[in-house]
C-alpha cells in the first residue's frame, strides 16, 4: 500500500513540476509587459522588481537550468532598485580551487564507499534481525521514515511562506 | 541507604565522530586517533588505555593520514591539502605546511623519522624532511595520472610502495623513478569497476601487500612483478590494513565492520617454508573500519561506528588476566554534560553548538522500580550555536544556571541567562579579558561568583564574573616550578577557598583562593587523572585516576586521609580494578558527609566511607542479593560499594538534591541509527 502511495505522490511532484514550469514561462513576460506600461510608477516599479528579485533570487539558489538562468540575468540588470536582503556576498578568495579539489576528492570518496555497487542497507533493516530475535522483541529501529509525506510538507512551508 | 526520585535523561543527541586513522607511535604506548571530524586523539596504554589527550576537530579540517615522526611529534594531512603538525602539549595544531598537490590522501613516514612521504590528489608523492621547526619540502617523486590513495616505505627507506586505482607502483627513493608498475585489476573477470587499492604495506622480505575494493588481500613480489598469493576474504572492500613491527601478522578491516588477522605460518610444521594464512576472524564494529593499527601486543581496530577496539593478542600475553581483556570505546573519556543543580538546568555540549535544558518534574512518587508520570516535560531552552569552522573545546553552566560559558580554539564566550517567568533571554558579555586560547576546561565557583579557566602551561585563570553582565580576570594561577602541559581538569570547594587543577604531566596542583597562592602539590602518582572533586564539608580532595585507583587527599592537612591510607593497604575490589572505563565524574551528599557519588559509563556507584571495604572474595556488585535478604543478615554483607548497573550507557551522573539524582544516557543503538549506512549482511534464513 505504501508502495502505491509513493508512486501517487511521484506523479502528483511530476504534475505539479510540469504546472510550475508552464507558470514560470508565463510569469515574467506578464511581469516585463506590466513594467514595460508603467515605467514612471517608481514604487510599483520597485516593488514588482523587488518581487521578481525574490523569486529570481529563489530560483538561483535551486539551480534549475534554461528559464531561470535568464531569469536571474535580468534580475542582475533591473537590480537598481535594491531587493529585500534575498542575495549572498561571497569572497572570490573563498571560492579557490582548493574548494573544488575537496569537493571532488569528497565526490570520489562518496561513490567508492556509498555508490550504487556497494550494497547498503538502511539502518532500520540492519538493525531490525536483532530487534526481531531479541528476547525482548521491540519495535523497529526507526518507526517513523522521514522521508514520508515529503511533498505534503514542501507544500506546507511553501503556504507558510506566502502568508507571512 | 537512600530512596531516589532519578530523571532518566536519553534526549542528549550525542553522535560521536566515526574513527578514520589510526597511528601508533613507534616506541612510545601511545596511539594516536583521528576522527571524521578533525578531531584529534592520544590514547596512552600504559595509562590504562586513557584519551589522555583530545584535540577537537573542526569544519575545515579533514584528517585522511596520520602519523608520528621524529619520536614525539604528530602530523596529520587531509583534503585540505595541507600537512599540519599538532603540538600535543597546547593541544592544537602547531604548524601547516600546504602539500602543494591538492588533496593528501596519505602520508607516511621513513623508518627514522626523518622523512614523510604523502600521496597526493593529481599523482605525485612528494618528500618532506622533517626538520626541529616543522617540515621543509625536499622535492617530487615521479608524477603519474592516477591519485596515490596508499603509500608504503619498505624499511631500509630506499623505495616507496604507492596504490592507486588500478595501479600499485613501486619507486626508487634516491633517484625518484618508478621502477615497477603492477595492474590490480588484472584477475578480475567480467567486473566493469575499477579497482580501488585502498591500502599498502611493504615488507623487508621485497613482499608488497595490498587490499582492494574487491575484498582481496593480496601479495607480490615487486621485483618481478608478480602475485605470490591473493585471498578474497570479502566481497567488499577491504579498506585498511597493519603489519606488525615483527613482519610476521598483518591486520586488515573491511567495509562490512569485520577484521581479519593474517599471519606467517610454516606451512608444515618444522619446514622452512612460511606462507600467509588468514587465521583469526573478528567481527567488533557494525560500519565500515577505515583504520587499523598493530601494537607489539594487541589488534586494534576503529570504525565509522567511533568504536575504537583493542584485541590483545593471547600468544603475547604472559598470564591470563584483565591486561588480556577486550577492549571497546565508544564515548569520550570527558565530560561533556554540565548540571546546574539548584535550577534543574543540563548543558549538553555538542561539536558546534550547546543545548540547554530544564528537567521535568513529577508530584507523584512510587516504589522501587516504577516509573512515574511527568507534570512537567523536559524543556529544550537554549540552543547556542558556536560561529565558525572549529568545534568546542569545553562548557560550562554555572550552579545558579544564569551563566554559560564555552571555548573554541580562538574564542571564548560568556553569556548571561536571564529567566522570566517562562520566557528566557541569553546575552553575551560583552568585554572578556583577553586569554591566551583555548581553554581547556571551564568550571564555575560554588556561588556562581567566578570562573576558573584552565588554560596552556599549567595556568588556571580566576575571572570574577559581575552583575548585571561583565567579567573582569581577578589572578592566574601557575604551577611554581613551571609545566608545559595544559590544564586538563578542574575542581573547586564549595566554600570558595580551593581550586585544584591538574595537568597534562599528571601533577594536581590546590591553590588558595583566599591569598591567591599555591597551596601544595598532591604527590606525584605514575597514572593520569581521569576525575577529581572537593568534599563540600571536609573539604577532602577526591581523586580517581584511570588505573580505576581512588585517593582522598585533605587540602588542609595537605596529606592523604586515614580513610585513603587504608583503601590504599588494603587495596580495591578485583572486580572494581577490571572496569572498561574511567570514572567521569565524582560528587558529594552534602546531607551525608561520608558518601561518595562517583560514576563510569556502565555504573554508578555510592561509595559509603563509613561501611568497610570488601575484599576479593565478597561479591561486588551486592545490591540485588542485599535487597533479598532479612534486615539482621543485610548487616552482616553490607560493604562500602553500592554499585548500580541499570542505567547504561552513562554519560553523566548527578545528585541534583538529598532525594534525587539526574542520569544521561546515550543508548548505543540511537547512535548507530544516525551512522552513515552500513553493509548488508545476509544471514541464513532470513
Known amino acids: 500500500r505504501r508502495h502505491r502511495e509513493l508512486l501517487k505522490e511521484k506523479r502528483r511532484r511530476r504534475q505539479e513540476l510540469f504546472a510550475e514550469q508552464k507558470k514560470r514561462k508565463l510569469l515574467p513576460d506578464a511581469v516585463l509587459k506590466e513594467l514595460a506600461a508603467a515605467p514612471p510608477a517608481r514604487p510599483d516599479g520597485k516593488a514588482a522588481a523587488a518581487n521578481r528579485g525574490k523569486r529570481g533570487g529563489d530560483r538561483a539558489v535551486k539551480q534549475t537550468q534554461g528559464q531561470a538562468q535568464r531569469q536571474v540575468k535580468k534580475d542582475k540588470r533591473r537590480k537598481g532598485a535594491r531587493s529585500k536582503g534575498n542575495y549572498t556576498a561571497v569572497r572570490l578568495k573563498d571560492q579557490s580551487l582548493t574548494g573544488l579539489h575537496l569537493q571532488l576528492a569528497k565526490d570520489f570518496l562518496n561513490t567508492q564507499l556509498y555508490g550504487p555497487h556497494t550494497n547498503r542497507a538502511q539502518a532500520n533493516e540492519f538493525f531490525s534481525l536483532e530487534n526481531k530475535k531479541n528476547p525482548v522483541k521491540k519495535a523497529a529501529v526507526q518507526f517513523v521514515d522521514k522521508s514520508w509525506g515529503q511533498e505534503k510538507k514542501q507544500r506546507a512551508t511553501r503556504f507558510k511562506k506566502r502568508w507571512l | ?686
Open chain 2, 1 to 686: 541507604m537512600g530512596e531516589f526520585e532519578v530523571h532518566r535523561v536519553r534526549f542528549f543527541g550525542l553522535v560521536p565522530a566515526g574513527v578514520r586513522c589510526l597511528a601508533c607511535q613507534p616506541r612510545g604506548g601511545r596511539l594516536a586517533l583521528a576522527r571524521t571530524d578533525g578531531a584529534v586523539e592520544v590514547y596512552n596504554f600504559a595509562a590504562n588505555y586513557f584519551q589522555e589527550k583530545v584535540i577537537p576537530g573542526s569544519e575545515a579540517r579533514s584528517v585522511e593520514a596520520l602519523c608520528w615522526a621524529a619520536g614525539e611529534r604528530l602530523f596529520g594531512a587531509g583534503l585540505g591539502g595541507d600537512i599540519t603538525e599538532y603540538d600535543l602539549a597546547r593541544l592544537c595544531p602547531a604548524r601547516s605546511v600546504d602539500g602543494c598537490g591538492g588533496p593528501v590522501w596519505s602520508m607516511a613516514a621513513n623508518s627514522t623519522g626523518t622523512q614523510l612521504a604523502i600521496g597526493c590528489e593529481d599523482g605525485s608523492v612528494k618528500l618532506f624532511q622533517v626538520v626541529p621547526g616543522g617540515i621543509q619540502f625536499e622535492r617530487n617523486l615521479d608524477r603519474r595520472k592516477g591519485r596515490i590513495l596508499c603509500l608504503s616505505w619498505h624499511p631500509s627507506d630506499t623505495r616507496i610502495a604507492a596504490g592507486s586505482i588500478d595501479i600499485l607502483r613501486v619507486f626508487d627513493v634516491c633517484s625518484g623513478q618508478t621502477v615497477q608498475r603492477i595492474m590490480v585489476n588484472y584477475h578480475v573477470q567480467k567486473v566493469k569497476r575499477e579497482c580501488i587499492v585502498w591500502s599498502i604495506a611493504f615488507l623487508s622480505s621485497g613482499t608488497v601487500v595490498s587490499s582492494d575494493s574487491f575484498g582481496r588481500v593480496q601479495f607480490w613480489d615487486w621485483e618481478r612483478g608478480t602475485l605470490l598469493e591473493s585471498h578474497t576474504i570479502s566481497t567488499s572492500a577491504v579498506l585498511s590494513l597493519a603489519v606488525s613491527e615483527k613482519e610476521d601478522s598483518i591486520i586488515v578491516g573491511t567495509s562490512t565492520g569485520a577484521t581479519y588477522q593474517f599471519q606467517l605460518l610454516p606451512v608444515k610444521m618444522g619446514s622452512l617454508e612460511k606462507r600467509w594464512v588468514r587465521t583469526k576472524p573478528f567481527q567488533h564494529h557494525t560500519h565500515d573500519v577505515r583504520a587499523v593499527a598493530h601494537s607489539s601486543t594487541a589488534l586494534i581496530s576503529g570504525g565509522l561506528d567511533a568504536q575504537l577496539v583493542i584485541r590483545p593478542l593471547m600468544e603475547k600475553m604472559q598470564k591470563k588476566g584483565y591486561d588480556a581483556a577486550l577492549r571497546k570505546f565508544t564515548f569520550p573519556h570527558r565530560r561533556l554534560v554540565s548540571c546546574a543543580r539548584k535550577a534543574r538546568l543540563l548543558l549538553f555540549q555538542f561539536s558546534q553548538h550547546l543545548e540547554l535544558w530544564r528537567l521535568g518534574s513529577t508530584n507523584e512518587t512510587g516504589k522501587d522500580g516504577e516509573v512515574l508520570p511527568l507534570c512537567r516535560m523536559p524543556e529544550h531552552l537554549v540552543q547556542l550555536k558556536s560561529k565558525g569552522p572549529e568545534h568546542i573545546y569545553c562548557s560550562c553552566v554555572s550552579p545558579c544556571g544564569s551563566w554559560v560559558a564555552y571555548s573554541t580554539a580562538s574564542r571564548f564566550h560568556l553569556y548571561r541567562v536571564q529567566y522570566e517567568g517562562d520566557s528566557i533571554s541569553v546575552k553575551k558579555v560583552p568585554k572578556v579579558p583577553k586569554l591566551l586560547l583555548p581553554a581547556y576546561q571551564l568550571q564555575f565557583s560554588a556561588d556562581s561568583g567566578s570562573l576558573f579557566v584552565a588554560s596552556a602551561r599549567g595556568s588556571v585563570h580566576v575571572l570574577q564574573l559581575l552583575e548585571p553582565g561583565g567579567c573582569k580576570l581577578l589572578h592566574t594561577f601557575r604551577p611554581p616550578s613551571g609545566s608545559p602541559e595544559a590544564v586538563y581538569l578542574l575542581a573547586a570547594s564549595a566554600d570558595g577557598h580551593w581550586v585544584a587543577a591538574v595537568s597534562g604531566d599528571w601533577a594536581i596542583h590546590i591553590y588558595n583562593l583566599k591569598c591567591f597562592k599555591h597551596h601544595c602539590a598532591v604527590p606525584a602518582y605514575s597514572c593520569a587523572v581521569t576525575a577529581l572533586a572537593i568534599h563540600p564539608v571536609t573539604n577532602n580532595l577526591v581523586i580517581a585516576y584511570s588505573d580505576q585507583q581512588l585517593f582522598e587527599f585533605s587540602i588542609p592537612e595537605k596529606q592523604y586521609t586515614a580513610w585513603s591510607r587504608m583503601v590504599q593497604n588494603c587495596g580495591l575490589h578485583r572486580v572494581w580494578l577490571e572496569r572498561d572505563s574511567p570514572i567521569t565524574h565524582i560528587t558529594f551528599n552534602p546531607k551525608n558527609p561520608s558518601h561518595i557519588l562517583l560514576h563510569d559509563v556502565y555504573m554508578f556507584c555510592v561509595l559509603d566511607k563509613s561501611l568497610p571495604l570488601p575484599d576479593n572474595s565478597a561479591l561486588l556488585m551486592n545490591q540485588s542479593t542485599l535487597k533479598q535478604l532479612p534486615e539482621n543478615a543485610r548487616q552482616r554483607q553490607l560493604h562500602a560499594f553500592k554499585i548500580c548497573k541499570k542505567f547504561q550507557p552513562l554519560l553523566f551522573a548527578d545528585l541534583l538534591d538529598e532525594n534525587c539524582l539526574v542520569m544521561v544516557e546515550r543508548p548505543i543503538m540511537d547512535v548507530k541509527t544516525q551512522l552513515p549506512l552500513p553493509i548488508q549482511q545476509k544471514k541464513f534464513g532470513t
